[in-house]
């Protein structure tokens, strides 16, 4: 019995650090290494292969590679690239606390989704209250936000759009395609990996790659680029481990909890280690919308609303995006684990 408490407490511990320490890993990452296209195609390449070796191992099973299972999956992955890569972009252009603000407010956005698209019932009256408390601390950030910058928030509006997309539409086709845990974590990373290639172009990025190349010659090799990467990426597989076994190893109100306290993590310690973080004042408003997605998972618990919004509730509890929130998100259950996270 003693084990098992160790064992479900180190579980617990772990996913706790690997949630709270992601998304600034990944803002570190990209401050260091400004190629947010190549970072997740890193990271996806990091995922993929970690699952397939594990396989290999025997640690894990997950379904085998096919190809027709692959173009079913096919829209879900393209809008799990387009949640990262804007997720990654923010991150480039705005600070930690800019992303979790945003990535807060995603309740919001699904409620009015759920309620107008799917034709669910009306939030109850506790969970109009927590969407107005969210909405209430975002518009404070937003407005004392000295950081603003026009770029920044266009990202952030876009990974906002591509994330409630995701919740929305994109888990319910998913589901029925029978993958399990790890073969959704497979399929999502691979073909990612895939599109990757494909956004480098259309953006221009590879040029820049290219050009920083040949710029610094032999000296292209920068040890603190290297190891803020192989951080960003180990984190992104550790988070999808972690964030699996802790969710089998508990119960889901705990789990959620955890979740919480995880988001109140990384805002003490975006504060204590660096200065990229928000005002005073816009610290309160971000605490304010942590406060109003509490009182969110709250009233969606007691009062059972629909699926779609108690699984906003579940990728908040995850705590990410994703890898770059994913997050657990990013780990494939945008989250997962990604289980947002980005």
Known sequence: MAKLVNATGSLVIGYALCSSLLAIINKYAITKFSYPGLLTALQYLTSVSGVWMLGKFGLLYHDPFNFQTAKKFAPAAFVFYLAIFTNTHLLKHANVDTFIVFRSLTPLLVAIADTTFRKQPCPSKLTFVALVTILGGAVGYVMTDSAF???AYSWAVAYLVTITTEMVYIKHMVTNLGLNTW???FYNNL???IIAPVFSFLTGEHLSVFRAIESRG???????????????CVFGLLISFFGFAARKAISATAFTVTGVVNKFLTVAINVMIWDKHASSFGLVCL???LAGGV???QSVTTKGNSPVQREAVAKQGKGDDDRIELDEEKQGLISSPKDSNV
Do not use: I
């Open 218 to 232: 032999q000296s292209w090799f920068e040890l603190d680029a290297f190891v803020a990467v192989s951080l960003s």
């Open 149 to 151: 910058t026009l770029t």
């Open 191 to 193: 073909l990612s990996l």
């Open 295 to 297: 009182l969110y998972q």
């Open 287 to 289: 605490l304010f919308t």
């Open 183 to 185: 073969g959704f974590v």
